[in-house]
Each structure stands twice: as structure tokens, then as C-alpha cells.
Nanobody
Framework: QVQLAESGGGAVQAGGSLRLSCAPS????????MGWFRQAPGKERESVAF???????NHANSVKGRFTVSQDKVTRHLSLQMNNLEIEDTAMYYC???????????????????WGQGTQVTVST
């Protein structure tokens, strides 16, 4: 069974940086679109960024210019470099794998087959 192992979360001051990693294991096929979601207490889960099967990337407007998603072509490891972190970035971050598709006119990673266990990111003043 495919598993996604996340790491790299922690506590950081506003303006600081963190790098999240997601390592797939098992029979992981290259056909999966992979990305990151986050959810803060009392808030809806939201997509942060994803890498499509063709290598193209997408970032949510709230993190564009600050976060960069990337994927190793050989290992398929997924990374999220987070710079200039803000308090609003505080959330549990989840790695996900599935299908990127058009949903209500928006191309998104909305058909998720596998989820990571989550890694906490806490940004303080």
C-alpha cells in the first residue's frame, strides 16, 4: 500500500523559513499528482500547492511568492519550501497524492487517493 511520510514541521517566528518533505513508499506510481494541503483549527482545509504529472506547479494565491513546491524526478519526494512565514500559515500540513483535475472551472488536486499523517507548522510573532 502506498504511504506518504511527512517531516519538516516545527515552530518558527514570523518571517522565518521551514522546508517540508513528503517521502512516498510502497508501489507509488508516477501517474499521481502530488501536493500539499493545510488545515488550521476552526478553518476549512485548503490546497497550498501541487505538482502535476507533467511537472507543472501551482500555488495558492495566499502563498504565491513565498512558498515553492518541488518534486524529485527520481525519488518522487515532494518538498515545500516555505519562506517569509506568516502567523496565518499556522496549520497542520498534509501531503497528498491523487489526481489533478478540473473542478468547477478550476484545475486542482481535488481527487485525493492517499494522505500523509500531517506535520504541524506553528508561526509565532
Amino acid at each position: 500500500q502506498v504511504q506518504l511520510a511527512e517531516s519538516g514541521g516545527g515552530a518558527v517566528q514570523a518571517g522565518g523559513s521551514l522546508r517540508l518533505s513528503c517521502a512516498p513508499s510502497g508501489s507509488f506510481l508516477s501517474r499521481y499528482c502530488m501536493g500539499w494541503f493545510r488545515q488550521a483549527p476552526g478553518k476549512e482545509r485548503e490546497s497550498v500547492a501541487f505538482v502535476d504529472t507533467d511537472g507543472s506547479t501551482n500555488h495558492a494565491n495566499s502563498v504565491k511568492g513565498r512558498f515553492t513546491v518541488s518534486q524529485d524526478k527520481v525519488t518522487r519526494h515532494l518538498s515545500l519550501q516555505m519562506n517569509n512565514l506568516e502567523i496565518e500559515d499556522t496549520a497542520m500540513y498534509y501531503c497528498a497524492a491523487g489526481s489533478c483535475r478540473w473542478v468547477d472551472g478550476v484545475y486542482s488536486l481535488d481527487s485525493v487517493s492517499f494522505w500523509g499523517q500531517g506535520t504541524q507548522v506553528t508561526v509565532s510573532t
